[in-house]
Structures are given as C-alpha cells and as structure tokens.
C-alpha cells in the first residue's frame, strides 16, 4: 500500500492535459491551479476525482500520515461510508447534525453516509472491550481511518478546502484514565507538528487553542496562516502557538498566560484538530470496562483529525507564485521534471538515456518527451506542475557539458552533468 509509487512517466503518454484556463465556476487558487495542472478534475461543487500527478501527491501525504499514526501506536484500519441510522439515533446526531447526507433505497431504508466515525467505531470496540486488562499499560489504544467522508458543505466555494466528498484521517484513542488520555493527548500535539513540518508547511503552521464552545484545555487546531483561510487567529510569536478568534476573552489569555497587544491577527486554514471526547460516544453506547475491583467505568476518548485533502489545497495556496504550484520535496508528484528541447535526433537520444538513468538510479521523474511543443510552453506547463527540480536537455545544454537544472523556487539555473543530477537527487532522498 505505502511503497507503490513508479519512479518514471512520460509526457507524451500521461492521458492528461494542462490547461490554460481555469474552469470559470472555479474562484479558489487552489482548484485553480490543480485543475489546469490535471492534478484533479472537478465533479460538482466540493467534489473532485484525483487524476494521476494528483494522486502521486495525495499518495505521499497519505504515507507520511500513515508513518506518523504507526510511530505513535495507532492500529489502522477501514471502516463503512454506510452507517446504520439506529447508531446516529444513540447519540442524537441523526436529528442534530446539520451537514449529515441520509441516503435512501427503494426499500424504504434509510442510512447516513459517514461525515465521520465515532458512531461506527465506539460500537465495533464494544465488542472487544469489557475489561481493564484489555488495556496496555504501555501502549496506547489508537485507532485510525484515512477515508473519503461526506458533509453537506453548503459554502463548497473553496476548491480542495471544503469538500463535500473529502478525505480525512481520523484517529480515536481509549482510556481508563484522565491521566492516561493528557499523557497521550500531549503527545499527539507533537505527532501533529512533525507532520506538518513533513508536508512542509511547519513553519506556517500553529498551535492553536480552540475551545470548542466552553473552555477546556483539551481543545487545539492546527491553523495553517494563509490568506484563503476561513478562520482568524491570534498569533503569539514568542511562543509559537494562537488562539481561534472565538476564544479570546481575558479569562482564556488569562489561563494561557498571553497579553492581548502582542497578538497578531491572521487568517488561518484549519488543516487538523484535535480533541477530548470525554465520554460523549462511549456513553451512548456504554463501552464501559470494570477495574481491578470489578467496578465498572465508561471509556475515555479523544479523537485527533487531519483533512488530506484540505492539506493538499493549502500547500497550493500557501507554496505558489502567479505562474504555478511549488511542491514541497516531501509531496511533489515526482523530484525532477525533466524537459528534452527541439526535435534533434541525438538531443532526443541524449534526453532519453538521462530519463532511464535518473529513473534506475530511484529518482522520480516526469519526462516531457512531447515533441510539437515550444520550449516556452514546456516551461510554462512545468512552473503551472510544480515539480522542485526542472531539469532541460537542449542541443545547448548538451554543448555546455550535460543537463540545465532549475530548482522551481529560483531564478537562475546551472549546468551539471548526468552523475551530478543524480547525486543532488540522490542526497535529497537520503535527507
Ligand atoms: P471546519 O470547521 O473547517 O468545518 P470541522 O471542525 O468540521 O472543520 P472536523 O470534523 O474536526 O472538522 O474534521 C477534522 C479535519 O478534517 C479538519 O481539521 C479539516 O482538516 C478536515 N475537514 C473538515 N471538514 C472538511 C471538508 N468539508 N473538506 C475538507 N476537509 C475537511
Ligand atoms: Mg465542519
């Protein structure tokens, strides 16, 4: 599942195509450039199929998530989209919750199509939880999702952002204990910040305390700064962390320990939260769980979400300039985008053995083999891409000794021969 990602794809046959307009229902930066990159296609409002370089991304957000979740204990697995009404019924969402889809057949029936898992999970854990001994003491019970969720998003005007189909990893963690769940929630906060620092937008991402309606210090969203954001947050660069807007009374900076004035107000994307869920679905169903007395408990949870496809839209709204998307290393859909120049049998020649080289060696790369094209156009098309190192074979670049490499994110190029690609590309992997 993790290692299947090809190192090498050829232009010329990628069913894809860039586009130079934006398709005109679509007002988000972020549509806007994966739908003329064919990252991905727009089905309606806030739904989107992932297109091959879309999914390479989607892939490796997936995994680092995937790493991460492992590292810190979690047990994976892949629950139902169709979740029994009687279950949304025990916990009162069928009624309450605004932005459930309810689905029916022809017989009559009618189920929720899941927004997110509690109600699924918290009854299949019934099965396998009565006692404290089905606890560790040195290992967490965690247990994550990475799945497609749907809302009935009313405002589905910001491309990947807000989806009404989307995809997101949701992890539920048990405890017997107030103890054990701080202990774990903690550790959490810390798991958060790696990954986002790995998808490469760490340094724009915050802390930040949420209180979710009445103030409780288990509450925190992690707020990416950007313009395209929904939310606004105040910013304590001092200490690295904010506050959602709604929280900022004098009692909660007073509790935090912030002063009003040297908070920055800035617009933020939500990219992940996390939370105490106290006892509010394992009540429901009483998944409960007798101690060493034989007295009985119900379970403590917390519940930790990242939106991978909110993230995707983020990184092209915070990591871009007027001409296109600049992956980050960790995610791009491939490391180099390698261009071939003009028509000239030995150039074409040249350029191939380079893809076949730099493709045995583990770089990924997409070759633009596509011939009919001006080199203006293969540029264009590779800053609208976004893969971090452009790298052109001209009868020119053959003259000055080898291969023009370009990092996206730079003006200037220089030229390497074969070996020095493939060690820059080579060294990147290892980092
Ligand atoms: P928001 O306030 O933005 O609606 P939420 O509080 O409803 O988010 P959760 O239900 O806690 O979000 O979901 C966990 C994570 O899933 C969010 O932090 C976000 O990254 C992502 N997410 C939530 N709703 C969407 C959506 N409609 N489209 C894409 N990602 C979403
Ligand atoms: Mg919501």
Same mark, same amino acid.
């Given at each position: 599942?993790?290692k299947?990602?090809?190192?090498?794809?050829?232009?010329s046959?990628?069913f894809?195509?860039?586009?130079?307009e934006?398709p005109a229902?679509?007002?988000?930066?972020?549509?806007e450039?994966?739908?003329?990159g064919?990252?991905?296609?727009?089905e309606?409002?806030?739904?989107?199929s992932y297109?091959?370089?879309?999914?390479?991304?989607?892939k490796?957000?997936?995994?680092?998530?995937?790493?991460?979740?492992?590292?810190?204990?979690?047990?994976?697995?892949?629950?139902?989209?169709?979740?029994?009404?009687? =279950?949304?019924?025990?916990t009162?969402?069928?009624?309450?919750?605004?932005?459930?889809?309810k689905?029916?057949?022809?017989?009559?029936?009618?189920?929720?199509?899941?927004?997110?898992?509690?109600?699924?999970?918290?009854?299949?854990?019934?099965?396998? $939880?009565?006692?404290?001994?089905d606890f560790l003491?040195?290992?967490?019970?965690?247990?994550?999702?990475?799945?497609?969720k749907?809302r009935?998003?009313?405002?589905?005007?910001?491309?990947?952002l807000?989806?009404?189909?989307f995809?997101?990893?949701?992890m539920?963690?048990?405890h017997?204990?107030k103890?054990?769940?701080?202990?774990?929630?903690?550790?959490?906060k810390?798991?958060?910040?790696?990954i986002?620092k790995?998808?490469g937008?760490?340094?724009?991402?915050?802390?930040?305390f949420a209180?979710?309606?009445?103030?409780?210090?288990?509450?925190h969203e992690?707020?990416t700064?950007?313009s395209?954001?929904?939310?606004?947050?105040?910013?304590d660069?001092?200490?690295?962390?904010a506050? =959602?807007?709604?929280?900022?009374t004098?009692?909660?900076?007073?509790?935090?320990?912030l002063?009003?004035?040297?908070?920055v107000?800035?617009?933020?994307?939500?990219?992940?939260?996390?939370?105490?869920?106290?006892?509010k679905y394992?009540?429901?169903?009483?998944?409960?769980f007798t101690?060493?007395?034989?007295?009985k408990?119900v379970?403590l949870?917390?519940?930790y979400?990242?939106?991978?496809?909110?993230?995707m839209g983020?990184?092209?709204?915070?990591l871009?300039?007027?001409?296109? $998307? $600049?992956?980050?290393?960790s995610?791009?859909?491939?490391a180099v985008?390698?261009l071939?120049?003009?028509?000239?049998e030995?150039?074409?020649?040249?350029?191939?053995?380079?893809?076949e080289?730099l493709?045995?060696?583990?770089?990924?790369?997409l070759?633009?083999?596509?011939?009919g094209?001006?080199?203006?156009?293969?540029?264009?098309?590779?800053?609208l891409?976004g893969?971090?190192?452009r790298?052109?074979?001209?009868?020119?670049? $053959?003259k000055?000794?080898?291969?023009e490499?370009k990092?996206r994110?730079?003006?200037?190029g220089?030229?390497v021969?074969?070996d020095?690609?493939?060690?820059?590309?080579?060294k990147?992997?290892?980092?």
């Amino acid at each position: 599942m993790t290692k299947n990602i090809t190192n090498g794809m050829r232009q010329s046959i990628l069913f894809t195509k860039t586009r130079k307009e934006a398709p005109a229902d679509e007002v988000s930066k972020n549509a806007e450039f994966l739908v003329r990159g064919g990252f991905v296609h727009k089905e309606m409002a806030g739904v989107y199929s992932y297109l091959p370089l879309g999914l390479r991304v989607l892939k490796k957000i997936e995994n680092i998530i995937r790493e991460e979740m492992d590292k810190a204990g979690g047990q994976e697995v892949l629950l139902s989209s169709f979740q029994p009404k009687e =279950n949304w019924e025990k916990t009162g969402r069928w009624e309450s919750m605004d932005d459930l889809y309810k689905v029916s057949d022809s017989s009559g029936r009618v189920v929720a199509l899941g927004p997110t898992h509690e109600e699924i999970i918290v009854p299949i854990l019934k099965n396998y $939880i009565s006692s404290h001994k089905d606890f560790l003491a040195e290992k967490p019970l965690a247990i994550y999702q990475i799945q497609n969720k749907f809302r009935m998003e009313l405002r589905a005007k910001s491309g990947m952002l807000r989806g009404r189909e989307f995809i997101m990893k949701d992890m539920y963690s048990f405890h017997t204990s107030k103890e054990d769940f701080e202990n774990f929630y903690e550790k959490m906060k810390d798991v958060y910040k790696t990954i986002f620092k790995r998808v490469g937008i760490g340094h724009l991402t915050y802390l930040t305390f949420a209180s979710g309606g009445t103030f409780s210090k288990y509450s925190h969203e992690f707020q990416t700064i950007s313009s395209a954001g929904e939310d606004t947050i105040y910013v304590d660069e001092a200490s690295g962390n904010a506050l =959602n807007k709604e929280v900022l009374t004098d009692e909660v900076l007073g509790q935090l320990g912030l002063a009003k004035e040297k908070l920055v107000e800035q617009k933020a994307i939500e990219v992940g939260n996390i939370f105490d869920l106290k006892t509010k679905y394992s009540k429901p169903f009483d998944l409960s769980f007798t101690d060493a007395k034989g007295e009985k408990h119900v379970v403590l949870m917390g519940c930790y979400g990242i939106g991978l496809s909110r993230l995707m839209g983020t990184v092209v709204e915070v990591l871009s300039d007027d001409k296109g $998307i $600049i992956w980050p290393e960790s995610i791009a859909p491939f490391a180099v985008h390698l261009l071939v120049l003009g028509e000239d049998e030995a150039v074409l020649k040249e350029a191939d053995k380079i893809y076949e080289s730099l493709q045995k060696s583990g770089v990924e790369v997409l070759f633009d083999d596509r011939l009919g094209m001006s080199p203006g156009e293969k540029f264009a098309d590779s800053d609208l891409l976004g893969i971090p190192m452009r790298a052109v074979v001209s009868p020119r670049s $053959i003259k000055e000794g080898g291969i023009e490499i370009k990092k996206r994110n730079e003006e200037k190029g220089k030229v390497v021969s074969l070996d020095e690609l493939q060690k820059i590309c080579l060294k990147k992997s290892i980092n």
